[in-house]
């Protein structure tokens, strides 16, 4: 290391002993700024090598370095223990004790739900479709009237619901149906997406039933699209959630947004020969869906003349039941904690 002049290194060891004596952040920066600013023994150094002989000008920049170096490693190391003394000082007060136990953090999980929605959403998006979101609190055109569903239709009934105003015109969502009109508003086919989200029902709650819970909207329109193109779509949906193919089955299914409109059923995935989840049937009835109807289509701006389209309505909670074995819905938005713990998965 550089050697320093006498004088120098007694301009040194002043600076550090007023480090080492110093008790206050404030006072080290004092310190610093004298000895490095304009005037300062740091300053007048590099300021005098100009004048000096070429000589001894290396010399000079190394002295100001190390001088600089010293004092900020000791301004450093004294501030950290100016910090350390403040917080033993603070522990002391509050009677810290290293030996207690540190409190348990409890470490979160998702949601079963949130967990399935991803994965479908991997999936979905890995087939071109996208993911869309659409209001909670609805139009009444858009969740009934563009639907298919007039005012005096009596598939209304179904669907009984919160209205949010005294016109009747807001009403909370009953199913995700409403996001393929507002899907097919703002875009021209070819259409791909799905929606997933919370609904509401005026129920009354039971092991099944629930004024709250979740469904996944799924909408493709093109040209040509085909009662085909539906079936494959809806198995490959299946073989992602369950981990392998399940056969299906189409039965005829009554919902005014779709013509023909179909109850999808998968083979039971947990048993061969009929167990309590599809009620000793083998079958379990998970999709409803169908052939976009054209006064749907046309409700979003899409000529039926070019285009068709298929749609469906996945019960996500109750397919979040069967993959679990949760046998109670009211489970799925009880926030109890011992519940969720049950799912302690982070994906
Ligand atoms: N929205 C319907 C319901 O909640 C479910 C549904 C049926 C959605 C058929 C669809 C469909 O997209 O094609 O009961």
């Given at each position: 290391?550089?050697?320093l002049?006498p004088?120098?290194?007694?301009?040194?060891?002043?600076?550090?002993?007023q480090?080492?004596?110093?008790?206050a952040?404030?006072?080290?920066?004092?310190?610093?700024?004298?000895?490095?600013?304009k005037g300062?023994?740091?300053?007048?150094?590099?300021?005098?090598?100009?004048?000096l002989?070429?000589?001894?000008r290396?010399g000079a920049?190394?002295?100001?370095?190390?001088?600089?170096?010293?004092?900020?490693?000791?301004?450093?190391?004294?501030?950290r223990e100016?910090?350390?003394?403040a917080?033993l000082?603070?522990?002391?007060v509050?009677?810290?004790?290293?030996t207690?136990?540190a409190?348990?953090?409890e470490?979160?999980?998702?949601?079963?739900?949130?967990?399935v929605?991803?994965e479908?959403?991997?999936?979905?998006t890995?087939?071109g479709?996208?993911?869309?979101?659409?209001?909670?609190?609805e139009?009444?055109?858009?969740?009934?009237?563009?639907?298919?569903i007039?005012?005096d239709?009596?598939?209304?009934?179904m669907?009984?619901t919160?209205?949010?105003?005294?016109?009747?015109?807001?009403?909370?969502?009953t199913?995700?149906?409403?996001v393929?009109v507002?899907?097919?508003?703002?875009?021209?086919p070819?259409?791909?997406?799905i929606?997933?989200g919370?609904?509401?029902?005026q129920?009354?709650?039971?092991?099944?039933?629930?004024?709250t819970f979740h469904?996944?909207?799924?909408l493709?329109?093109?040209?040509?699209?085909s009662?085909?193109?539906?079936i494959?779509?809806?198995?490959?949906l299946?073989r992602?959630?369950?981990?392998?193919?399940?056969?299906?089955?189409?039965?005829?299914?009554?919902?005014?947004?779709v013509?023909?409109?179909?109850?999808?059923d998968?083979?039971?995935p947990?048993?061969?020969?009929?167990?309590?989840?599809?009620k000793?049937?083998?079958?379990?009835?998970?999709?409803?869906?169908?052939m976009v109807?054209?006064?749907v289509?046309?409700?979003g701006?899409i000529?039926?003349?070019?285009y068709?389209?298929?749609?469906f309505?996945?019960?996500?909670?109750?397919?979040v039941?069967?993959?679990y074995g949760?046998?109670?819905?009211?489970?799925?938005?009880?926030?109890?904690?011992r519940f969720?713990?049950?799912?302690h998965?982070?994906?």
């Amino acid at each position: 290391m550089t050697d320093l002049s006498p004088e120098h290194a007694s301009t040194l060891a002043r600076l550090l002993a007023q480090v080492a004596a110093a008790s206050a952040a404030e006072d080290l920066r004092a310190i610093g700024r004298e000895a490095l600013e304009k005037g300062g023994v740091v300053a007048d150094l590099l300021a005098s090598i100009p004048t000096l002989p070429p000589a001894e000008r290396k010399g000079a920049g190394q002295a100001a370095n190390r001088i600089k170096a010293e004092l900020e490693a000791a301004i450093d190391a004294r501030k950290r223990e100016l910090e350390d003394g403040a917080l033993l000082a603070s522990r002391k007060v509050e009677g810290f004790d290293a030996t207690l136990r540190a409190p348990r953090v409890e470490r979160g999980a998702l949601h079963p739900i949130t967990q399935v929605v991803r994965e479908l959403e991997d999936l979905f998006t890995s087939m071109g479709f996208e993911v869309l979101d659409g209001p909670e609190i609805e139009l009444d055109w858009y969740n009934f009237e563009a639907l298919n569903i007039p005012r005096d239709h009596p598939a209304r009934d179904m669907q009984d619901t919160f209205r949010c105003d005294p016109a009747g015109e807001l009403v909370l969502r009953t199913h995700t149906s409403p996001v393929q009109v507002r899907a097919m508003e703002k875009r021209r086919p070819p259409i791909r997406a799905i929606a997933p989200g919370k609904v509401f029902r005026q129920e009354t709650t039971d092991a099944s039933h629930e004024h709250t819970f979740h469904q996944m909207e799924g909408l493709v329109v093109d040209e040509d699209v085909s009662v085909g193109h539906l079936i494959h779509t809806m198995k490959t949906l299946l073989r992602g959630v369950f981990g392998k193919d399940i056969e299906v089955r189409l039965r005829p299914g009554y919902f005014p947004f779709v013509e023909p409109g179909f109850e999808l059923d998968a083979r039971c995935p947990f048993c061969k020969s009929g167990c309590s989840v599809c009620k000793q049937s083998t079958w379990i009835e998970l999709l409803p869906c169908g052939m976009v109807h054209e006064n749907v289509l046309r409700a979003g701006g899409i000529d039926p003349a070019k285009y068709s389209g298929f749609a469906f309505g996945l019960g996500l909670s109750r397919l979040v039941m069967l993959r679990y074995g949760i046998d109670d819905v009211r489970h799925l938005l009880s926030g109890d904690a011992r519940f969720l713990r049950q799912f302690h998965r982070i994906g």
